[in-house]
């Protein structure tokens, strides 16, 4: 455990010889990407923007059940966040991080849709890579505002991964779950 906390630490530190006005408010932006709030936004923009309705419906049904699986992770393992500074307020929890896990869950499946359904390479391709860094920023993020550990990244990148290939291999491509037409 005290490997754990070195790590945790020794990343943190680093980040925080980086910090300036300009990295904090650039990084306050990009954690804001996966907020509870702009999350549904993106996916009521989809649910008005798209045609086929079957693809908004799952990705407002992956956010829903990223969400749950979060919330009854952080409630078993009950980690504390950082005592140290945060640049922005937190509540709840910090293991594994939620911007992160459900971030990563929303965007791999958005990319998972791109990469099936956008044949235009010009637009798929900047558009998946886009996404990826977006998932990295966050997690970089969410360490740099002091309101997770490191290993509060790596776990909601790794339940993150976890969690999103169940969705797409047994609710979204098995179609396990019914949507309400």
Do not use: W
């Not at 943190?12 to 300036?20: D, F, I, R, T, V």
């Not at 992160?100 to 990319?111: E, K, P, Q």
């Not at 099936?116 to 558009?127: D, V």
């Amino acid at each position: 455990m005290n490997y754990i906390n070195e790590l945790d630490d020794k990343i943190y530190q680093a980040l925080m010889k980086l910090e300036s006005h300009i990295a904090t408010e650039t990084m306050i932006i990009i954690s804001m990407f996966a907020s509870a709030i702009t999350l549904i936004a993106l996916s009521i923009i989809f649910l008005i923007g798209i045609k086929n309705k079957k693809y908004p419906k799952y990705i407002i049904l992956n956010l829903i059940l990223a969400f749950i699986s979060n919330k009854v992770l952080q409630f078993i393992i009950r980690r504390k966040r950082p005592e140290r500074l945060q640049i922005v307020p937190e509540t709840g929890f910090g293991f594994p991080s939620g911007h992160v896990m459900i971030g990563f869950a929303y965007y791999v499946f958005l990319i998972y849709l791109i990469y099936k359904n956008i044949e235009n390479k010009k637009i798929k391709y900047p558009l998946i890579v886009f996404l990826a860094i977006l998932i990295l920023l966050i997690g970089i993020s969410r360490i740099y505002l002091g309101v997770h550990y490191v290993t509060d990244v790596l776990g909601g990148l790794i339940f993150g991964c976890i969690y999103i290939i169940l969705f797409i291999k047994y609710v979204y491509k098995n179609k396990k779950i019914k949507i309400v037409k």
